[in-house]
């Protein structure tokens, strides 16, 4: 079993408590040109008096202000976090050093095409590789997150419709779906109808074959989906949707599980997005910046958002064409630095070693799967692929819920699984290893999630009480949402 | 392969605990006829010194601002990037982590957003702002939906002086809902015409987009703006490009703005080709529940010890779905960061200082352009300039000396081919500022 202390920690106040007049952390040059006073150059009326409140502080105070807080945090470089979806793998060093070498992190993205080639390969390579990952034929790395990637994918879907004559006026999505999905189809103007999940915790054919009319742009499938189980009626579901004049569209968050073993081109997906920030390595940063890049068939190659990279030559072009195109998502090419990381990724595994990550993936998925299904309730006993979903439903009969189940974990030195998702499965414990771990690291966690459900059944305080080894218990959310505090301010300083 | 840590006698014993012989076996659920049958068509993988030589050489090919000095602006900034930045955003614990969904175990990051959060009010002197969105460009069209679902209304006023693509961005977002987009026109100063404004001002009018200092680096006339919506009932959406200028500038709250977006990049983020950048998002206490994104709100644990969360999330769609205020997931939770640690590096008085060098080092190549310069109106760190022959090949030109030149607009407006963007920061050398102006003041004598 993990052994858990407790470290050094240190409490610390908010930077403007800390703040006083005269302290300051930065060092400028004396100007070095005429000083011309600011009322010769501006209308007086435009000019600011002090940002009132900014902190004043020294530059060692501001780095033991930020080490004590860093702290607090649980991450991927101290253990195991297996939130499942969410892919928390290993962010390799090299993708940082590499994304931070001067001349491709201060590169101006308005230079002449001529004047930054090194970048524009960078793009063009990646765009190149996700083809060849995907079995897609057209790839454009703006956006800057799987849900703007999936607003990108349903905007070329019906740009195509329009195309075809009638943009139609539904989107299927299965009730399993991340949220972003029908949050997206809305954005993009479609109504969204729900598809249930079988008995097997994958859609039900049926009611998508009923449900599938000409009124229908198209189907929002994630594949493997949020159980973990491979969609296997894939061909079937993609001829009734494309039957009747529908798309495909594929949510590609879980795509760390197929990489070498199927892509979507070959199944009948028309477009997908995929996560640079969960398949590729890319860090998570505490909830950012990620990256989704949108891929797609030839069919709607010209509906890609605008601007992408083309080799002419030897050179790389940016492409101008926007007849078609949905247009732009961003004031410049997206989250760039992610987009240097997630290739140097590639590069260092290759082909091969993205294929065995995959697989060692769903090794550990699997291999915590066995280990667990004796002692915590598994709803479909379908075959799953990189991750899993328990739920409390055994715990729950002494009264311990998934959440403390989750709180417990932190006492043993693991970050909780994905909670309470997807929705269909009830006290639902998703997790997903990822490929990174060892095999004592996965077998610490499941000898921790074991304990916990002795304890739920013997002492089931301990649980219900987490978490008693972490900086702070339990937080009020209720009261963070009623009554929301969302700024400091002097006058309702309640600071400790 | 050095990001796997089982060996293979390890993986054996799994696959037995697991049930299976060989690991393919677990991916049997797809079907046969979906398999991918050939390897894929990516390289070997290569060693560490390979990927880096690999990237060193692409590097090579680019003009970065280390080598040249650049008078590039137009929504990316060339700002020098205190040392301490990268030292505090290179800790594991912060960029390895995920998005505070467990608090316990995410005060760090938790209380950072929240410091942020506080520091993006105190500048821009609004009430209440988001952990961050995409980029200032996504940030407006966020503001704009939002101020659609407001007022219930259905046209948007957008000004000539709006960054080109922050448009283009921006029409994506609504292309498929019903709304409609009137243009403003610019005056000799190179402000919004106000006159125009007016009668363009109707009931139906959900928001005015403003940006200040605007696409043409012009300080627009937003109190006249912001009191123009109140009279019409159509929200105002101040726009920031260059968010320094807010260190001197009146912050747009105190100027009665509505909501208040724009790019973080200025603040301790480099022009990384653009992204990742930083959208932030501020608006009125009243619009707290209609605002787009994550934010981060303070709360008490069971045992009283003040503590931060995720808050407000029945605005979101892991809860909402299809109703939620915005598809949003992830913010720019790192670039957030960045802007926490620059704007507390400089504090007060340095945010003020580097404003007042911005413009002063701007107004220097402003006095030598003289009647060259397109634009009257007072300018913050960028502006317009005439050209006698094309920008481009000026560009081409000053490259040769180790300068990159401003933008040529002719790239964004066919009937400003003769004119170029540049901006000045506390980065350019004097004498390269004075060089610029040399080159681009030099009368062309006809041969």
């Known amino acids: 079993m993990r052994r858990t202390f407790t470290n050094f920690g240190l409490e610390e106040s908010l930077i403007f408590q800390k703040s006083s007049p005269g302290k300051s952390a930065y060092s400028l040059p004396g100007l070095d040109v005429e000083d011309t006073p600011i009322e010769e150059i501006l209308d007086p009326d435009d000019v600011r008096s002090e940002v009132s409140g900014f902190p004043e502080v020294s530059e060692v105070e501001l780095i033991s202000h930020y080490t004590r807080m860093s702290t607090w945090n649980y991450h991927v470089d101290l253990g195991m976090y297996p939130l499942g979806s969410c892919t928390m793998k290993y962010n390799p060093k090299l993708n940082e050093r590499v994304a931070r070498l001067p001349g491709i992190a201060l590169t101006h993205p308005l230079l002449d095409e001529e004047l930054c080639q090194g970048n524009l390969e960078i793009l063009f390579r990646l765009q190149e590789f996700l083809e060849q990952l995907t079995g897609m034929d057209g790839v454009c790395l703006q956006p800057c997150g799987g849900a703007q990637g999936e607003l990108a994918g349903i905007l070329m879907v019906r740009a195509y419709h329009v195309q075809q004559g009638r943009p139609r006026r539904y989107v299927l999505i299965p009730d399993s779906a991340h949220g972003t999905n029908p949050a997206s189809a809305l954005m993009a103007g479609y109504e969204v109808i729900s598809i249930p999940s079988d008995g097997e915790g994958r859609i039900d054919v049926q009611v998508l074959a009923e449900k599938m009319t000409k009124d229908v742009a198209c189907l929002m499938l994630t594949n493997p989906n949020t159980m973990g189980i491979f969609e296997s009626h894939i061909e079937e579901i993609s001829q009734i949707v494309h039957d009747r004049g529908g798309l495909i569209y594929m949510d590609g968050a879980n795509f760390n599980a197929l990489m070498g073993y199927a892509r979507p081109g070959d199944m009948g997906i028309d477009v997908l997005h995929l996560n640079l920030h969960k398949t590729f390595s890319t860090p998570h940063g505490g909830g950012g910046p990620g990256s989704g890049p949108v891929a797609c068939k030839e069919i709607l190659v010209p509906y890609l958002p605008t601007p992408n990279v083309n080799q002419v030559g030897d050179a790389y072009r940016l492409s101008s064409d926007e007849s078609h195109s949905i247009g732009r998502l961003h004031a410049f090419y997206g989250n760039f630095g992610m987009v240097v990381r997630a290739l140097c990724y590639i590069l260092t595994c290759g082909g091969e070693g993205l294929k065995e990550l995959s697989e060692v993936a769903v090794l550990n998925a699997n291999y915590i799967r066995s280990r667990l299904e004796d002692h915590f309730h598994l709803p479909y006993s379908t075959p799953t692929l990189h991750e899993v979903v328990f739920s409390d439903a055994l715990q729950n009969k002494r009264g311990v819920t998934t959440l403390d189940i989750a709180k417990r974990l932190i006492d043993y030195g693991f970050h909780p699984p994905t909670i309470y998702f997807p929705l269909i499965v009830r006290g639902a414990l998703m997790i997903e290893p990822t490929e990174s771990y060892s095999k004592e690291e996965l077998d610490s966690f499941v000898d921790a999630m074991i304990a916990i459900s002795q304890e739920s059944l013997e002492d089931s305080e301990k649980v219900t009480g987490a978490p008693t080894g972490a900086k702070l218990t339990r937080l009020d959310e209720v009261q963070a949402a009623r009554h929301p505090v969302l700024r400091w301010s002097p006058d309702e300083d309640t600071a400790t | ?447």
């Open chain 2, 1 to 447: 392969m050095r990001y796997l840590s089982i060996t293979p006698e390890e993986k054996k014993r799994m696959l037995e605990v697991t049930g299976v012989d060989r690991v393919e076996e677990l991916f049997d659920t797809i079907p046969k006829s979906v398999r991918l049958t050939s390897p894929l068509n990516i390289p070997q993988p290569a060693s560490e010194i390979e990927v880096l030589k690999y990237f060193q050489g692409l590097a090579e090919k680019n003009v970065s601002t280390d080598r040249f000095d650049s008078f590039l602006g137009a929504g990316t900034y060339n700002h020098f990037i205190p040392t301490i930045i990268d030292s505090v955003i290179s800790r594991a614990e912060f960029y390895t982590c995920y998005t505070p969904y467990q608090p316990e175990l995410s005060q760090g990051t938790l209380q950072a957003i929240f410091e942020f959060q506080t520091l993006i009010c105190q500048l821009t002197d609004m009430e209440v702002a988001n952990a961050s969105l995409y980029d200032g460009s996504s940030a407006l069209a966020e503001a704009v939906l939002m101020a659609v679902r407001l007022t219930k209304r259905s046209r948007l006023v957008v000004p000539e002086s709006l960054h080109p693509n922050y448009r283009k961005v921006m029409e994506t977002y609504v292309a498929n809902l019903d709304v409609q987009l009137s243009d403003l026109h610019l005056m000799d100063a190179g402000r919004v015409d106000l006159d125009h404004l007016e009668k363009t001002l109707k009931d139906d009018c959900a928001a005015v987009v403003v940006q200040s200092p605007n696409f043409f680096g012009v300080i627009e006339e937003i109190r006249e703006v912001t009191r123009l919506c109140r009279r019409a009932g159509a929200l105002s959406i101040v726009v920031v490009t260059e968010a320094i200028s807010m260190g001197l500038l009146k912050p747009p709250g105190e100027l009665d703005a509505d909501i208040v977006v724009g790019e973080g990049q200025s603040f301790g983020i480099p022009v990384g080709f653009g992204g990742p950048n930083l959208g932030f998002f501020a608006t009125r206490d009243r619009y707290k529940r209609q605002m787009p994104g994550r934010v981060v709100g303070q709360t008490v644990d069971s045992q009283g010890q003040r503590g931060f969360v995720l808050t407000l999330a029945t605005r979101e769609q892991h809860i909402r779905r299809e109703k939620a205020t915005s598809n949003i997931c992830t913010n720019q939770g790192l670039c957030a960061l960045m802007c926490a640690v620059f704007l507390s590096t400089l504090g007060k008085q340095g945010i003020r200082e580097l404003a007042e060098q911005n413009l002063k080092k701007a107004f220097y190549l402003r006095k030598q352009l003289g009647d060259r310069l397109v634009f009257s109106g007072n300018t913050f760190n960028e502006m317009v300039v005439r050209c006698d022959r094309d920008p481009t090949e000026i560009n081409r030109q000053l490259l040769t000396e180790g300068i990159v030149g401003g933008l040529p607009l002719g790239r964004y407006f066919p009937d400003r081919s003769d004119q170029m963007l540049l901006c000045v920061t506390e980065q350019n050398d004097p004498k390269k500022i004075q060089r610029l102006a040399e080159i681009l003041t030099r009368v062309e004598v006809a041969s």
